[in-house]
């Protein structure tokens, strides 16, 4: 993992270990029409404001050859799926989360002297249950625009295979009806 973080690569293009992947470009306001939001915590409204800068989002989806999935809202977040459509690893505000027996734990990045390590941080139960409503929030958002007439397709690999979008569409809307934390990070 890289000591200093930089923008992420070109997924459509590299993210060569999901076999299926798409990109779409979604206008702005389908995404950040929130007024009617129950947010205590505020968890959503944070991940929301960097969608308030520009006319257009990035939704990138990828599957890999084990099914498992992960899908990108722009940079971040990022939620990582398990082929039983469990959520293994989330990168949300700057902060990467990891499923541990069922439950998601912070991974704090202390300096080490140049290395790169974590250590598990344990989240109080309603930062979890925050976390896990806009998890649920943006996979409707997803769902929701993927269905849309205003999406632009920028790419899809295999390019002459559409077929797996309509399987994806199916788990992502599953998914955003309700989801479980895994027990693991791993796939």
Same mark, same amino acid.
């Given at each position: 993992?890289?000591?200093?973080?930089?923008?992420?690569?070109?997924?459509?293009?590299?993210?060569?270990?999901?076999?299926?992947?798409?990109?779409?470009?979604?206008?702005?306001?389908?995404?950040?029409?929130?007024?009617?939001?129950?947010?205590?915590?505020?968890?959503?409204?944070?991940?929301?404001?960097?969608?308030?800068?520009?006319?257009?989002?990035?939704?990138?989806?990828?599957?890999?050859?084990?099914?498992?999935?992960?899908?990108?809202?722009?940079?971040?977040?990022?939620?990582?799926?398990?082929?039983?459509?469990?959520?293994?690893?989330?990168?949300?505000?700057?902060?990467?989360?990891?499923?541990?027996?069922?439950?998601?734990?912070?991974?704090?990045?202390?300096?080490?002297?140049?290395?790169?390590?974590?250590?598990? !941080?344990?989240?109080?139960?309603?930062?979890?249950? +925050?976390? @896990?409503?806009?998890? &649920?929030?943006? =996979?409707?958002? *997803? #769902? /929701?625009?993927?269905?849309?007439?205003?999406?632009?397709? !920028?790419?899809?690999?295999?390019?002459?295979?559409? +077929?797996? @979008?309509?399987?994806? &569409?199916?788990? =992502?809307?599953? *998914? #955003? /009806?309700?989801?479980?934390?895994?027990?693991?990070?791993?796939?």
């Amino acid at each position: 993992m890289a000591i200093r973080q930089q923008r992420r690569e070109n997924l459509l293009l590299e993210a060569t270990a999901y076999t299926r992947r798409a990109l779409f470009r979604i206008p702005r306001a389908g995404l950040c029409d929130i007024r009617e939001l129950s947010d205590p915590n505020g968890v959503l409204r944070e991940w929301l404001s960097p969608f308030r800068q520009s006319a257009h989002w990035e939704l990138f989806v990828g599957m890999r050859s084990d099914d498992s999935w992960s899908i990108y809202f722009d940079e971040q977040p990022v939620l990582q799926f398990n082929f039983e459509d469990r959520l293994r690893r989330l990168y949300a505000d700057n902060q990467r989360y990891a499923a541990v027996e069922g439950r998601l734990r912070l991974l704090d990045r202390p300096a080490r002297g140049g290395q790169v390590t974590f250590a598990e !941080v344990e989240v109080d139960a309603m930062r979890h249950q +925050s976390v @896990l409503a806009a998890c &649920q929030w943006f =996979l409707q958002a *997803a #769902a /929701d625009a993927l269905q849309s007439v205003s999406i632009h397709r !920028v790419g899809l690999i295999p390019s002459d295979d559409e +077929s797996w @979008l309509v399987w994806f &569409q199916q788990r =992502l809307r599953r *998914a #955003a /009806d309700g989801f479980e934390v895994a027990s693991t990070p791993s796939a």
